[in-house]
């Protein structure tokens, strides 16, 4: 049965893909806890009703995962607000890094596989301020568009708190209704600017996390293994899956 995500998303006016993670049920009976975890797009456009919604959520940590290209062009507006602490952790992708050099993977999956593996520190940093933060209020992670980057943290924390992968696979699948109007403005801005791009790369395509959730088994036995080689303490993850499951 089809998962209703959209319940999840959040009633904001400058953000389209800001989503609470909690209430997700996991495979024991339980349910991922609300308050704990938001996952979001852009925030460069909210408005002061957003910020102040979000203010009492309430947010006390931002993790913006865009490069230093993106904040330059669109900068947070939630890196000034009193009360949340604002943290850049570059987390390039293919799309909007400057590192980008015009090569797109055969996959999506392929780059997030890639993702994974080349970016273990910053996997390892972005989990070490969750914990650090978790117990002061609501820690919201974010991107561009809130589909690559974003989606594997999302995907970490759910397979960590031991969600069901449909509901993974769905919670990813989600962004490409909720970003449909952003998906094809960004299209037809590159083909202004003379840049074919293949449109999976815009997609949200179920087998796209579901490469990834599958790398992420075999390698290291799941979200724990993985966080693990990324630094993280067996104890921190067992307070984080402590906080977040209820």
Known sequence: MKYDIEKHLLPLTGAHNMRELGGYPTRDGRFTKKGCFLRGDNTNHLTQSDIDFLRGYPVVLAVDLRSAGELLKAPSLLEKVPDIHYKNVTMADEMNSNEFLGVFPDTM??????????????????????????????????????????????????????????IIIEDYAATQVFQEDLRIQQLEFLEQQGISVPERVLLSEPQNIEAALSHLRLRYGGARGYLKECGIKNDDLDSLIWHFVE
């Open 109 to 166: 999956g392929e780059m997030y596989i890639d993702l994974l593996e080349t970016s273990k520190i910053r996997f390892g940093r972005v989990f070490q301020l969750f914990t650090a933060h978790m117990h002061n209020g609501t820690c919201l992670f974010h991107c561009m568009a809130g589909k690559d980057r974003t989606g594997l943290v999302s995907m970490l924390l759910l397979e960590l708190a031991n969600v069901d992968d449909d």
